[in-house]
């Protein structure tokens, strides 16, 4: 297929970046055709209909099988009168039942919005607030502690209750408790008129005449902290969302039917969603799905018990290579794990040569740094998986996707490096905010114009997405990340929003001031440290704090160090300095 150069996603390919690390065979530039997320689906199940397409809890799903299931959940969904452009909301494990639901979804012109199963009752309420959706998707296990205290405060009308094991095989499912989940979590959900998940899958499928703009019509709201920290709804729509696959599965090295993809990252999460998701379905692959994150050894006794001849794609984040990098003896407890991974990615966060070395060499696979973020449905750009590739940067842009630097306060003022042969503002002299331009950049927030015009701007006709995030060029194209604009606090993977915990805290009734930062940690990466101001006569310590976080935060926000103060620094308009406690702190480097 001839390309078209006036394609607003053609780069040029005499950028920098396209010279030297390039992968073999993955193309500079590639056409991205207009369909929607369930148009790919139902591509793929014409092309590898009787293949597996999800392993979960010793259960094998096929491309067919799933792809019944959407149906029949879709038109469920439909007599229950969700409409094109409803919300859904998914408070869901990693299961069958998320994807079968995120597709049921999509396919009615519905939009999917998954939560994080470790949020607590305020936290998800604060997220059902900005999507507002109509119906609710619940693991039953999960209801009585984290949706029942506030489920009045919604708009939800309508609740769909599943349980762990109800697209499993029973005699699969005792095999599988031992290892995953001891047993199977299950509880009562007594809102009226709950529906069975099952029940719904029951219904006869209808085909439905539902036409989708697939270059405005959203495919899920992503949860995001943006620019500000403050958690946003990033609309990905279905062009962003499918493009995005196709672009991972060229860098993968196109389709390669029977490939497994490790679903240890959470589905709610943009990195899971597409790199995990939707790439192992446009790659003609199958996805291996944990409810709960497994040992190391546990992964690699799945490994030895499946067939993986294809090999296996293992998108996650420092801290799970790490492990397998440190796992004794793997080569003679596990020999069929050895050069299955193939296929790996490590992102959010830098993968230090060390760690990446060490699991080459203990596991026979293959590794690169990837990058990416909510705002670009995530995937960005990657090393070079099938040849040498750069240490230290977050390697090449993926196919039809353009970067540059721009100044960090001024975008108006012109890149300062896009990557061009004549460009010569290279390295950590030129320093500025990475920004980036390519099919899968979100549409806008979710009613939020004013932080959308602050993070997507127009530069010679294209739309960049201005990424927060600070860093360099070098001469080959590649960049390098020197510090996070929004100081995003990386804890074992998770992005960890400064100011969302600052809020937090400050709704105990006794903290008058918080002020949050990350600090250095060898194994986390990154902690959560808190400096917080109390009420006078209040007994709190820091102690206290920490269980009260516990009962009110995701874990990996709960602060890590708390420090009590009599007041916070501010600076002239009244401003708490963060800044200045963190670099106060004796475990600061700079």
């Given at each position: 297929?001839?390309?078209?150069?006036?394609?607003?996603?053609?780069?040029?390919?005499?950028?920098?970046?396209?010279?030297?690390?390039?992968?073999?065979?993955?193309?500079?530039?590639?056409?991205?055709?207009?369909?929607?997320?369930?148009?790919?689906?139902?591509?793929?199940?014409?092309?590898?209909?009787?293949?597996?397409?999800?392993?979960?809890?010793?259960?094998?799903?096929?491309?067919?099988?799933?792809?019944?299931?959407?149906?029949?959940?879709?038109?469920?969904?439909?007599?229950?009168?969700?409409?094109?452009?409803?919300?859904?909301?998914?408070?869901?494990?990693?299961?069958?039942?998320?994807?079968?639901?995120?597709?049921?979804?999509?396919?009615?012109?519905?939009?999917?919005?998954?939560?994080?199963?470790?949020?607590?009752?305020?936290?998800?309420?604060?997220?059902?607030?900005?999507?507002?959706?109509?119906?609710?998707?619940?693991?039953?296990?999960?209801?009585?502690?984290?949706?029942?205290?506030?489920?009045?405060?919604?708009?939800?009308?309508?609740?769909?209750?599943?349980?762990?094991?109800?697209?499993?095989?029973?005699?699969?499912?005792?095999?599988?408790?031992?290892?995953?989940?001891?047993?199977?979590?299950?509880?009562?959900?007594?809102?009226?008129?709950?529906?069975?998940?099952?029940?719904?899958?029951?219904?006869?499928?209808?085909?439905?005449?539902?036409?989708?703009?697939?270059?405005?019509?959203?495919?899920?709201?992503?949860?995001?902290?943006?620019?500000?920290?403050?958690?946003?709804?990033?609309?990905?729509?279905?062009?962003?969302?499918?493009?995005?696959?196709?672009?991972?599965?060229?860098?993968?090295?196109?389709?390669?039917?029977?490939?497994?993809?490790?679903?240890?990252?959470?589905?709610?999460?943009?990195?899971?969603?597409?790199?995990?998701?939707?790439?192992?379905?446009?790659?003609?692959?199958?996805?291996?799905?944990?409810?709960?994150?497994?040992?190391?050894?546990?992964?690699?006794?799945?490994?030895?018990?499946?067939?993986?001849?294809?090999?296996?794609?293992?998108?996650?984040?420092?801290?799970?290579?790490?492990?397998?990098?440190?796992?004794?003896?793997?080569?003679?407890?596990?020999?069929?794990?050895?050069?299955?991974?193939?296929?790996?990615?490590?992102?959010?966060?830098?993968?230090?040569?060390?760690?990446?070395?060490?699991?080459?060499?203990?596991?026979?696979?293959?590794?690169?740094?990837?990058?990416?973020?909510?705002?670009?449905?995530?995937?960005?750009?990657?090393?070079?998986?099938?040849?040498?590739?750069?240490?230290?940067?977050?390697?090449?842009?993926?196919?039809?996707?353009?970067?540059?630097?721009?100044?960090?306060?001024?975008?108006?003022?012109?890149?300062?490096?896009?990557?061009?042969?004549?460009?010569?503002?290279?390295?950590?002299?030129?320093?500025?905010?990475?920004?980036?331009?390519?099919?899968?950049?979100?549409?806008?927030?979710?009613?939020?114009?004013?932080?959308?015009?602050?993070?997507?701007?127009?530069?010679?006709?294209?739309?960049?997405?201005?990424?927060?995030?600070?860093?360099?060029?070098?001469?080959?194209g590649t960049i390098e990340i020197r510090d996070r604009k929004k100081q995003v606090i990386k804890c074992k993977g998770y992005s960890v929003f400064?100011?969302?915990?600052?809020?937090?805290?400050?709704?105990?009734?006794?903290?008058?001031?918080?002020?949050?930062?990350?600090?250095?940690?060898?194994?986390?990466?990154?902690?959560?440290?808190?400096?917080?101001?109390?009420?006078?006569?209040?007994?709190?310590?820091?102690?206290?704090?920490?269980?009260?976080?516990?009962?009110?935060?995701?874990?990996?926000?709960?602060?890590?160090?708390?420090?009590?103060?009599?007041?916070?620094?501010?600076?002239?308009?009244?401003?708490?300095?963060?800044?200045?406690?963190?670099?106060?702190?004796?475990?600061?480097?700079?």
């Amino acid at each position: 297929m001839e390309l078209d150069i006036t394609d607003p996603y053609n780069v040029n390919e005499n950028k920098r970046w396209f010279k030297k690390w390039w992968p073999e065979g993955v193309p500079y530039n590639t056409i991205f055709e207009e369909k929607s997320i369930n148009e790919l689906l139902d591509e793929q199940v014409m092309k590898y209909s009787d293949r597996n397409f999800i392993w979960f809890l010793d259960t094998w799903i096929t491309y067919k099988q799933f792809q019944e299931y959407v149906k029949s959940l879709a038109t469920g969904l439909m007599d229950l009168g969700v409409k094109k452009g409803d919300v859904v909301a998914l408070h869901l494990p990693n299961c069958v039942q998320y994807i079968v639901s995120y597709f049921a979804i999509t396919r009615i012109g519905a939009i999917a919005s998954g939560i994080n199963p470790t949020y607590q009752p305020i936290e998800i309420l604060h997220q059902l607030e900005i999507t507002r959706p109509k119906v609710l998707i619940v693991m039953d296990a999960l209801y009585d502690s984290f949706i029942k205290p506030i489920i009045d405060d919604t708009n939800i009308t309508s609740i769909i209750s599943t349980n762990l094991a109800d697209l499993t095989n029973i005699k699969g499912v005792k095999k599988a408790i031992g290892k995953f989940v001891k047993k199977i979590p299950s509880g009562k959900v007594d809102f009226p008129g709950t529906i069975k998940f099952n029940d719904l899958l029951k219904t006869e499928p209808k085909e439905f005449d539902i036409v989708i703009d697939v270059k405005t019509h959203p495919a899920t709201y992503i949860m995001t902290g943006g620019t500000t920290g403050l958690p946003k709804a990033a609309i990905l729509t279905h062009f962003n969302v499918v493009s995005n696959a196709i672009q991972c599965k060229l860098w993968l090295g196109g389709e390669k039917p029977g490939i497994g993809n490790i679903g240890i990252l959470p589905l709610f999460h943009s990195f899971a969603h597409t790199v995990v998701m939707n790439t192992a379905l446009a790659i003609g692959g199958w996805v291996m799905l944990f409810p709960t994150p497994p040992s190391q050894t546990e992964l690699c006794e799945v490994i030895e018990r499946l067939t993986c001849e294809e090999g296996l794609i293992y998108a996650g984040t420092e801290m799970l290579f790490k492990r397998l990098a440190e796992l004794k003896n793997l080569k003679r407890r596990y020999p069929k794990v050895m050069g299955k991974l193939t296929l790996c990615i490590s992102s959010a966060g830098p993968l230090h040569k060390q760690i990446r070395d060490d699991f080459i060499k203990n596991t026979g696979g293959r590794i690169v740094e990837g990058y990416g973020l909510s705002e670009a449905s995530p995937a960005v750009s990657a090393g070079n998986l099938f040849g040498e590739s750069p240490v230290g940067s977050i390697g090449m842009p993926f196919p039809g996707t353009q970067w540059g630097i721009w100044p960090v306060d001024d975008f108006s003022e012109g890149p300062i490096c896009l990557g061009n042969p004549d460009d010569n503002k290279f390295g950590i002299e030129n320093s500025g905010e990475i920004c980036i331009s390519g099919p899968q950049v979100m549409d806008r927030y979710l009613d939020n114009p004013n932080e959308t015009e602050e993070t997507l701007n127009n530069y010679n006709d294209k739309i960049w997405l201005l990424t927060g995030d600070i860093g360099f060029m070098n001469e080959d194209g590649t960049i390098e990340i020197r510090d996070r604009k929004k100081q995003v606090i990386k804890c074992k993977g998770y992005s960890v929003f400064p100011k969302e915990v600052e809020e937090l805290l400050m709704k105990h009734p006794d903290i008058t001031e918080a002020a949050v930062a990350g600090l250095p940690h060898e194994e986390f990466g990154e902690i959560v440290k808190a400096w917080v101001s109390i009420s006078e006569d209040c007994n709190l310590s820091p102690q206290t704090i920490k269980e009260w976080a516990k009962k009110n935060m995701a874990p990996y926000k709960c602060p890590y160090s708390i420090s009590i103060m009599g007041e916070l620094p501010k600076n002239i308009i009244g401003k708490v300095q963060r800044r200045a406690l963190q670099e106060a702190d004796p475990l600061y480097k700079k």
